[in-house]
């Protein structure tokens, strides 16, 4: 199993945690092994939110990981972030390739929207 984590209340950051767990707690021979992975770009802390036609703004949270998924040997997973080309609340979305190697590969991209905020939401079921 993976779990993922990030320096969230940076303002600026460029560093994943790929944590693998090898069996379930307590199975003989389990281990946890932490793998730092540098982010290419960076993410920034997201700025509040702007609301069209009202004087308040939308809280955005911090930039912690909000969904994740592994597929095809390959993570991909999603947090809210600045875009520091117009400091907009933006998207990052991030790959984590081969998560088994020694030295997994990282990338991501910063999707931006010139006329609004954008946010993640996350719903609990």
Excluded: W
């Amino acid at each position: 199993m993976f779990f993922l984590s990030n320096r969230n209340l940076d303002a600026q950051n460029d560093t994943v945690f790929l944590v693998h767990l090898s069996d379930t707690i307590g199975a003989p021979g389990q281990t946890v092994t932490i793998k730092p992975l540098l982010c290419n770009p960076p993410y920034l802390f997201p700025p509040d939110g702007r609301q069209a036609l009202a004087s308040q703004s939308l809280a955005t949270n911090d930039a912690r990981h909000l969904g994740a998924f592994i597929e095809n040997n390959c993570i991909q997973y999603v947090h809210n972030c600045k875009n520091p080309s117009n400091n907009q609340v933006s998207v990052y979305y991030g790959r984590i390739a081969n998560p088994y190697a020694a030295v997994p590969s990282s990338t991501g991209i910063i999707i931006p929207n010139d006329s609004m905020d954008l946010r993640i939401l996350t719903y609990r079921i």
